[in-house]
T-cell receptor, first 116, second 114 residues
Framework: AQTVTQSQPEMSVQEAETVTLSCTYD???????LFWYKQPPSRQMILVIR??????QNATENRFSVNFQKAAKSFSLKISDSQLGDAAMYFC?????????????FGGGTRVLVKP | GAGVSQTPSNKVTEKGKYVELRCDPI?????LYWYRQSLGQGPEFLIY????????DSGLPNDRFFAVRPEGSVSTLKIQRTERGDSAVYLC????????????FGPGTRLTVL
């Protein structure tokens, strides 16, 4: 079974600065998807960024970018120019590409605090 | 609707009671998922529907939990003989159905069992 580990329970960043969140995963599969979701106090999970394992190029979405290291099974998220609205829980998630493997497997989350 | 909706937003019940949680997915989405998120943890998969049938129910913790999706749209998660350990946020998500499709989440139902 796949597992996802987020080793940082909480990270603090100054507004306009950069913060990097760590995520490692364990799988025997060669093709899969990786995601970062944001969960504000409203509870609704919002997709931040996704990465297909077969793509070597790291995904970027505006101020959010990832560092995908397939051999190391590492998938970190970098938030640049942090804004107050970025404060939330962030979850890393894995999904198999197999037809029966549509479920997401989440890590334990990292709380991001943004200081003005 | 524009997004996934879940009702009720909050549910407080007593130990031993029966509860139903409802999920209304995005129109046209054939795949629907239920996850459970305990306090301070990441969501855990419960069950996945493709259309009306449960394609994967391997995450249901025991036979007190059951979910249906009779017409391939709205789904109901049913919990019998609730226990205090069932207290959590229950999240629903939907997608178009392909493995490559993004799952869109609802705001969840916070269940508290006293």
């Amino acid at each position: 079974a796949q597992t996802v580990t987020q080793s940082q329970p909480e990270m603090s960043v100054q507004e306009a600065e950069t913060v990097t969140l760590s995520c490692t995963y364990d799988t025997s599969e060669s093709d899969y998807y990786l995601f970062w979701y944001k969960q504000p106090p409203s509870r609704q999970m919002i997709l931040v960024i996704r990465q297909e394992a077969y793509k070597q190029q790291n995904a970027t979405e505006n101020r959010f970018s990832v560092n995908f290291q397939k051999a190391a099974k590492s998938f970190s998220l970098k938030i640049s120019d942090s804004q107050l609205g970025d404060a939330a829980m962030y979850f890393c998630a894995y999904r198999s590409v197999k037809a029966a493997g549509n479920k997401l497997t989440f890590g334990g989350g990292t709380r991001v605090l943004v200081k003005p | 609707g524009a997004g996934v909706s879940q009702t009720p937003s909050n549910k407080v019940t007593e130990k031993g009671k029966y509860v139903e949680l409802r999920c209304d997915p995005i129109s046209g989405h054939t795949a629907l998922y239920w996850y459970r998120q305990s306090l301070g943890q990441g969501p855990e998969f419960l069950i996945y529907f493709q259309g009306t049938g449960a394609a994967d129910d391997s995450g249901l913790p025991n036979d007190r939990f059951f979910a249906v999706r009779p017409e391939g749209s709205v789904s109901t998660l049913k919990i019998q003989r609730t226990e205090r350990g069932d207290s959590a946020v229950y999240l629903c998500a939907s997608s178009k159905g392909l493995v490559s499709d993004t799952q869109y989440f609802g705001p969840g139902t916070r269940l508290t069992v006293l």
